[in-house]
């Protein structure tokens, strides 16, 4: 069973950043590939953004490229999730969620792919 606790989310005006952090529970971290997913009120789950195993590959939706970042620190047991130049729509229930995978460089963009999540933080954009 894998912890994750995410943190971060806050209220921001429309055209600034905010960092997201998850840290996970357990030592064998450098086996999850991470991802960052988002829910909006009355909306479905959608992915944000993915990061493999060794952190060498990424891949964001559309929507976000070019503003957000996904790193991890392997060390910390932690994914982080850097916003910037946010927008209204961006607000929503930010999740991380972690997929126990083989493959070294693969990502993963599909919620059924995942095998655990955190309990969300709110992310909040006025503007």
């Known amino acids: 069973q894998v912890q994750l606790v995410e943190s971060g989310g806050g209220l921001v005006q429309a055209g600034g950043s905010l960092r997201l952090s998850c840290a996970a529970s357990?030592?064998?971290?450098?086996?999850?590939?991470m991802g960052w997913f988002r829910q909006a009120p009355g909306k479905e789950r959608e992915f944000v953004a993915a990061?493999?195993?060794?952190?060498?590959?990424?891949y964001y939706t559309n929507s976000v490229k070019g503003r957000f970042t996904i790193s991890r620190d392997n060390a910390k047991n932690t994914v982080y999730l850097q916003m910037n130049s946010l927008k209204p729509e961006d607000t929503a229930v930010y999740y991380c969620?972690?997929?126990?995978?083989?493959?070294?460089?693969?990502?993963?963009?599909?919620?059924?792919?995942?095998?655990?999540w955190g309990q969300g933080t709110q992310v909040t954009v006025s503007s």
């Open positions: 969620a972690v997929k126990e995978s083989m493959r070294y460089s693969y990502l993963y963009t599909g919620r059924s792919q995942y095998d655990y």
């Open positions: 990061i493999s195993r060794s952190g060498g590959s990424t």
């Open positions: 357990g030592r064998t971290f450098n086996t999850y590939a």
